[in-house]
């Protein structure tokens, strides 16, 4: 049985060949040298990054299907605890992988009576309850313990790793993933996600370091960070920064924002559906609190009766007319405004336009309701993480968390995708929110980057954010191994090594002026040169970082400053002198490595040592990961 052959034939008999192609490449390029050579003797850890909503799971199932040719035969394939998304991703399974037994949390017997026949998938969501009962139930059976296991573990960086890991505990859903593991002699764990950060950033002794990382990039047509997030920003609105705060306490209904982006809405539908559309939606995110949800679903209800009782009224016409003048600058063959407008008001009439309550309150019939018609859905932390909504063309998201962390942010960000029309596409954020977005963007373009560039493990892999934005939940982060670097802030060896002076002061001979312009890759070329006897300084963690701003644009420069013939004493607190920190400090934006080459006096033991002090760009948290951090 060919798996991978069928899977991929039944893609371009829909008519997608670009997915298999896609699928084709990333199934050659893991398989023969991660999958093919795999021992069955161990327990491999492994990762897998798509952009969020860029066809991830297309791509699980085609290296499941690979697994399966090459001799995998029970798959145990994991979403969060959530009915809605384990449902969806279980109907989906049975759907595209019709080759396979698929099996549902409760279908042991149906597992156990398949007996190897066909390879089998299980899926589960990720809670404690279930996966206890399948720890037992792999346990209980005669054929597991003598197969390997390929565990796939969609949005592998939610719940899966530790939380208890600062207290030397295990928290209950990675103990029992680690106990799913060792029912069997061997395993695959594949982890899968579009936001890899607090994976990037697990130690090795964790057991959650990737061995290997993969990167897939999306298919044509995906709308993603680049398509949002950059300069011009024509499919993003600017609101007020306060106007969600606005809309919960004031009776009145802000005209730029969320108004706005309802009428927006509603004439996209009317385009979408005059054009023999079947679905259009509008997400709105105002808050992690079901009772503004519902606050917000009520404002949302009384202007659509304000706009249905006034449509005859030049200034309900006009402010349509507005938002349709808007759309037409990227649409610009949007039907007809009088065909839209009339088109609207009667799926008004006829209680067409459906809002929609979606959060932790809501049963899972009433979260699959937007599958078709015209919807405005309103929710909160249930709006992330995998679910997907059709033709989604207008977002409002408003929600600005205190201390934001930048996986959680941008699993939120469900504009991301195919499945639109991206010249209707609105998203309308406050200010700062565009501004974290953009940031968070930059640092998974880096992310991306580094991963292309090398194929070696994880701790290659470099991190970094603006001041106040955090990667992660900090609660899986072993804060003994993980360290912080704070861009602005002079960085220097206490107990400096050379590997080399002499070569070291021919390579710094040309430089013996105030301050120099020079290639990044020269400066890694100087770190490469120096390092500490101590754990204070690691020369491989500022070229990590250096190597990042690289992979971005192979000709980022930095700045060089050398002194020589100082009198320094060993052990200092402090190295630059006044004017050379003054210096420095003048290049907020920018690498500065200044090399300092003592007399060899005072405590130095004759040594005419090159000392470096470096400063990495301003206001930017730079994380590392390191059995020793810097402190």
């Known amino acids: 049985m060919k798996y991978l052959e069928n899977y991929l034939s039944r893609i371009e008999a829909k008519g997608n060949p670009a997915l298999s192609k896609a699928i084709r490449k990333t199934t050659e390029d893991i398989v023969p040298q991660y999958i093919s050579s795999f021992s069955y003797k161990e327990h491999v850890v492994s990762l897998l990054v798509g952009d969020v909503q860029s066809g991830k799971t297309s791509h699980m199932f085609g290296l499941m299907c690979a697994a399966a040719d090459e001799g995998f035969g029970i798959f145990v394939l994991l979403t969060t605890d959530n009915i809605l998304l384990q449902q969806q991703t279980f109907k989906r399974a049975q759907k595209d992988l019709s080759d396979f037994c698929i099996c ?24 404690g309850r279930v996966l206890k009962q399948w720890k037992n139930n792999f346990s209980s059976t005669q054929f597991v313990a003598g197969n390997p296991l390929f565990i796939v573990d969609d949005e592998a960086d939610a719940a899966s790793l530790n939380t208890q890991v600062n207290k030397n505990k295990q928290s209950t859903i990675n103990k029992c993933l680690d106990e799913i593991k060792k029912t069997t ?19 090795e002794k964790s057991g959650w370091k990737p061995y290997f990382i993969y990167y897939f990039r999306p298919g044509d047509g995906y709308m993603g960070g680049n398509f949002f997030f950059n300069d011009e920003h024509k499919n993003v609105i600017l609101t007020d920064n306060t106007e969600a705060t606005e809309l919960l306490n004031d009776d009145e209904f802000p005209e730029n924002g969320l108004k706005t982006a309802l009428v927006m809405h509603l004439i996209s539908a009317a385009h979408i559906f005059l054009s023999g559309g079947t679905v259009c939606n509008f997400l709105i995110h105002p808050s992690f609190k079901t009772s503004e949800h519902k606050k917000f679903a009520e404002k949302i209800g009384e202007y659509l009766n304000e706009c249905s009782y006034s449509q005859e009224e030049s200034t309900t016409r006009e402010a349509f007319l507005e938002a349709y003048n808007s759309l037409k600058t990227t649409k610009t063959d949007i039907l007809p405004f009088d065909d839209i407008y009339r088109f609207i008001f009667e799926q008004m009439a006829a209680d067409k336009v459906n809002i929609l309550v979606l959060n932790s309150l809501t049963s899972f019939e009433e979260n699959t309701q937007y599958e078709q018609g015209i919807n405005i859905i309103v929710g909160g ?11 989604l063309q207008t977002i409002y998201y408003c929600r600005v968390a205190k201390s934001p962390q930048a996986d959680t942010m941008w699993q939120h960000a469900r504009m991301f995708g195919y499945d639109r029309d991206p010249d209707l596409l609105r998203v309308f954020m406050p200010p700062k929110l ?7 963007n930059t640092t998974n373009n880096s992310i991306i980057a580094q991963i292309e560039e090398s194929s070696k493990s994880g701790s290659e892999i470099k991190i970094f954010y603006p001041n106040g934005l955090k990667p992660t939940r ?6 003994k191994c993980v360290g912080m670097l704070s861009g602005g802030v002079n960085y220097f060896p206490f107990e400096p090594t050379n590997k080399d002076i002499d070569a070291l002061s021919t390579m710094l001979a040309p430089f013996d002026g105030e301050i120099y312009t020079v290639s990044l890759k020269l400066i890694i070329g100087i770190l490469e040169m120096v390092d500490s006897e101590g754990d204070d300084w690691k020369a491989n963690t500022f070229i990590g970082f250096i190597k990042t701003f690289i992979a971005e644009n192979p000709l980022a420069q930095g700045k060089l400053i050398v002194r020589r013939e100082r009198n320094i004493s060993k052990g200092t607190g402090t190295l630059l002198s006044p004017s050379d920190r003054k210096l420095g400090d003048n290049f ?3 690498v500065v490595l200044t090399m300092y080459q003592v007399t060899g006096e005072k405590g ?28």
């Open 588 to 590: 907020s934006n920018e």
């Open 381 to 391: 932390n249930s709006l992330g993480r995998g679910v997907t909504f059709p033709q």
């Open 434 to 440: 565009f501004k974290l977005f953009s940031d968070i």
């Open 604 to 631: 130095w033991n004759g040594k005419k040592l090159w000392i470096p002090n470096i400063k990495l760009p301003n206001n930017i948290i730079y994380y590392n990961v390191s059995e020793s951090v810097i402190k």
């Open 185 to 203: 002699s061997s395993s695959i764990y594949m982890q899968v996600t579009g936001t890899p950060q607090s994976i990037l950033l697990q130690t």
């Open 104 to 127: 549902d949390e409760n279908d042991y017997l149906k597992f156990t009576q398949n007996n190897m026949r066909k390879p089998a998938v299980i899926v589960l969501k990720k809670n």
């Open 474 to 479: 900090k609660n899986v982060l072993d804060k």
